[in-house]
């Protein structure tokens, strides 16, 4: 870090001051206690280490001339001086050289603090790994000098040694007082969002040509009933028009058509979201305007009383029998309702059945329009009539096929992952999603998933569902339970179908082998050999997600073996009905327009990238030419219809270890089909990042990540997640991965994304920034 100036440091030295008197309170000494909390650290180890460190004069307690001197040193000091008190962090017993056992000591609370799990034998292979890489004279011990060698290999590392004391107490970053131009406003922006601006005018210029013309049609009847038909004529198109923003199927077909790249429907339920609080601000105005006219009618005429005009149909307006103020107070009421209930908050805090029965009073509202307004069915009919076809053709179709569940897979972070058996006329591309109704979970209720297997599975179908609210949560209860209404209880049955599941699942790796050019003499001696080196604990199913014990040129991943152990108990082949209403086209059905395409999952937003990156290998393999004298196989560069993607980035971003177990399986075998180099580099690449891990240029976390990049290329394998593809600790630094895919210079760039809405909108910002386009999985 750079050298402050004599106004930082009085800057500095203030801020630091105030914050020790706020947590050394009244004695003015820190204590361990007090110092722990302050840190925030999940591993005491370290914090101990620190106290002792600042504890200059071993009191057992900091004051604030030690903590300023300690602090000074890790932000105001050089490297060596920094690396020196890293050093001191390791030297547990202070002999002034580590040893193996204290390296081994601080890597395993590296790894707690990082929130990672990894067996003794995998932590003894770290040790040893980043021991034997730092110990050059083989003395059996690591000196000062030996570990600034080491971690001076580690570029990165030495760019921003930073502890976390140093970093809680450095005064906040003084404000920027450049003035920015909003983002709304650059050419950027409206550049990549068009589509939607154009959608946008065009929507606002109908309603206010609409509002003006009932206004001028009604001006004999004073500036609050003339208000109220201006309302009331945009509220006829707006209450037809936000259902015609959700007509999936003729969405999904538009979606193949040049339509598309005229109108935003990728972003129909935004715009759907946007509609929808337009007619409630609409009935605001145009309830409140009617309530103003009917009070001034009363005052004037005399006639009726204001209540007389609200509640009763004594006035006789409104074309059916004078009802139009009772429908018109009812339909104030169920348009609040279903804004209330629509909010981010209800549907995002594990309530989502609240928005789907209240989203169901669409229904009433409709036939009271019809009742209220008398023009209001010359606007309903045509939307109404499509709207009623899609509904009869997806009960129809979601009844048809004879559709269950014949395998279920409980996953790690509470995930169901199901698969269904696939009928023979249920096609679907890449990132499409269902909507699906299991009766014995609740028989009415019907919730979207995105299909997570590809479209070349021709016999059954993937849906990983996420327990986020009570129709999830209640389906993985029910499948937890240990003897599940049908559930397969046959013994002898079961362990026919596992057979036959493993039989197939060799007869795909020998088939697999014949692609690559390697298999045995024949065909049974290849099954038999394939048998021995996928062979478990415990019998695998062909095509579950169970199926983790992968064989690699460089030999099976011994975490791997035990994913499968530890799943297998969650595992069960079952028999339950259950329908499927689509499938629906998504954003990402852009992908294989694309040239290059990056696929960004946070979490469980993977889902539709697992159904995207299994087709895409599949295309891929499929372009893929094998040399018939030699064991060469190459890729040909072909730019078709099909598919014009050069180069595939696919980037997943988990809180925590145990949620790679979902996909881990499926990405390990997508590694392997581009085991051998390509010419032009790898066709997919894939970055993974756990966020509960702490970053590299932190002082608390460099010895363990050292030692997994060490272990991981010794071993050609990362340690936490089984796969080629090290994983990144922390968040991505999205501008520095956006420049290295610019400078790539693959084509134009498409960013398609899947996951929390807050990290989309900072992916997004990002993308316009490199004029990238960008692509939110919505529905």
């Known amino acids: 870090m750079s050298t402050m100036n004599l106004d930082e440091d009085a800057r500095w030295l203030e801020w630091v001051t105030k914050q020790f008197e706020s947590i050394a309170g009244e004695d003015k000494e820190i204590d361990l206690d007090e110092f722990k909390t302050a840190l925030k650290v999940k591993e005491s180890f370290f914090a101990e280490r620190f106290f002792a460190l600042f504890d200059s004069d071993g009191s057992s307690t900091i004051s604030l001339d030690e903590l300023l001197k300690a602090l000074d040193l890790l932000i105001h000091g050089n490297e060596t001086d920094k690396l020196h008190f890293l050093f001191q962090v390791y030297d547990v017993d202070g002999s002034g050289s580590i040893d193996p056992d204290e390296l081994r000591t601080v890597l395993k609370s590296c790894l707690r603090e990082s929130a990672i799990s990894l067996p003794e034998e995998k932590l003894d292979d770290l040790t040893l790994a980043l021991f034997e890489s730092a110990d050059k004279d083989n003395s059996g011990s690591i000196t000062f000098e030996e570990l600034k060698a080491e971690l001076e290999s580690f570029p990165e590392v030495m760019e921003n040694l930073t502890i976390s004391a140093a970093n809680w107490l450095k005064p906040p970053a003084s404000e920027n007082k450049k003035r920015h131009t909003p983002r709304y406003l650059t050419p950027v922006y409206w550049h990549n969002n068009s589509r939607k601006l154009f959608f946008l005018c065009a929507y606002t210029c109908l309603n206010m040509l609409l509002f003006i013309m009932a206004v001028l049609n009604h001006s004999s009847g004073g500036l609050w009933f003339m208000l109220a038909k201006g309302c009331g004529q945009c509220l006829n198109f707006n209450c037809t028009f936000v259902m015609v923003l959700m007509l999936r199927r003729c969405l999904t077909w538009l979606r193949a058509t040049w339509v598309v790249r005229i109108l935003p429907l990728d972003q129909n339920i935004l715009l759907h979201q946007i509609v929808g609080y337009s007619i409630f601000s609409f009935t605001l105005v145009h309830t409140s305007a009617h309530i103003m006219n009917f009070a001034r009618l009363s005052q004037s005429e005399g006639g009726h009383r204001l209540w007389e005009y609200l509640f009763t149909t004594r006035p006789g307006i409104g074309w059916v029998q004078g009802t139009a103020s009772i429908t018109g107070m009812v339909l104030q009421l169920i348009i609040s309702l279903m804004v209330v209930c629509s909010s981010t908050f209800v549907r995002r805090s594990g309530h989502f059945e609240v928005f789907y029965w209240s989203h169901l009073s669409y229904i009433w509202m409709w036939a009271l329009l019809v009742v209220h307004c008398a023009n209001f069915w010359k606007w309903f009919v045509a939307p109404g009539v499509v709207f009623l076809m899609e509904k009869l053709v997806g009960i129809a179709v979601s009844h048809m096929g004879g559709l269950c569940i014949v395998e279920v897979n409980l996953l790690p972070s509470k995930v169901t992952h199901l698969v269904i058996k696939r009928p023979q006329f249920f096609h679907f591309k890449p990132g499409d999603y269902v909507y699906l109704n299991i009766p014995v979970i609740a028989k009415y209720e019907w919730h979207p998933f995105t299909i997570s297997s590809a479209p070349e599975q021709q016999d059954i179908l993937w849906l990983h569902i996420r327990s986020m609210g009570q129709w999830t949560n209640r389906l993985f209860e029910y499948f937890r339970q240990p003897e599940t209404p049908g559930v397969s209880t046959k013994r002898l049955t079961t362990s026919l179908r596992d057979r036959q599941h493993q039989r197939k699942k060799q007869e795909d790796l020998f088939n697999s082998a014949c692609c690559n050019g390697t298999v045995a003499s024949n065909k049974d001696d290849a099954i038999e050999l394939t048998s021995y080196r996928s062979s478990g604990p415990l019998p695998v199913p062909q095509g579950s997600h169970t199926e983790q014990l992968v064989q690699t040129e460089h030999g099976e991943a011994p975490q791997l073996r035990e994913t499968s152990a530890k799943l297998s108990d969650n595992h069960r082949f079952c028999y339950i009905k259950c329908y499927v209403d689509g499938p629906y086209g998504t954003p990402t059905r852009q992908i294989f327009a694309s040239e290059h395409a990056v696929l960004i999952g946070a979490g469980i937003g993977i889902t539709p990238f697992a159904s995207i990156l ?166």
């Open 614 to 779: 299994q087709s895409i290998m599949y295309r891929y393999r499929m372009r893929k030419q094998n040399c018939p004298n030699c064991n060469y196989s190459w890729c040909e560069t072909i730019k078709n219809s099909d598919m014009k993607l050069r180069k595939v980035d696919f980037i997943w971003i988990n809180r925590d270890q145990k949620s790679f177990e979902w996909f881990v399986s499926l990405l390990t075998k997508l590694e392997m089909d581009q085991a051998d180099a390509e010419p032009e580099g790898r066709f997919l690449e894939m970055h993974m990042y756990m966020t509960s891990a702490l970053s590299k240029n932190d002082m608390k976390a460099i010895g363990l990540q050292m030692a997994l990049d060490l272990l991981a290329k010794k071993e050609k394998r990362d340690s936490i997640t089984g796969l080629r593809t090290r994983t990144q600790p922390g968040r991505p630094e999205w501008g520095k991965v956006f420049q290295k895919i610019a400078e790539e210079k693959k084509g134009k760039v498409h960013v398609f994304y899947c996951g929390s809405p807050a990290l989309a909108k900072l992916i997004k910002a990002h993308c316009e920034q490199f004029g990238f386009k960008f692509y939110k999985e919505n529905f």
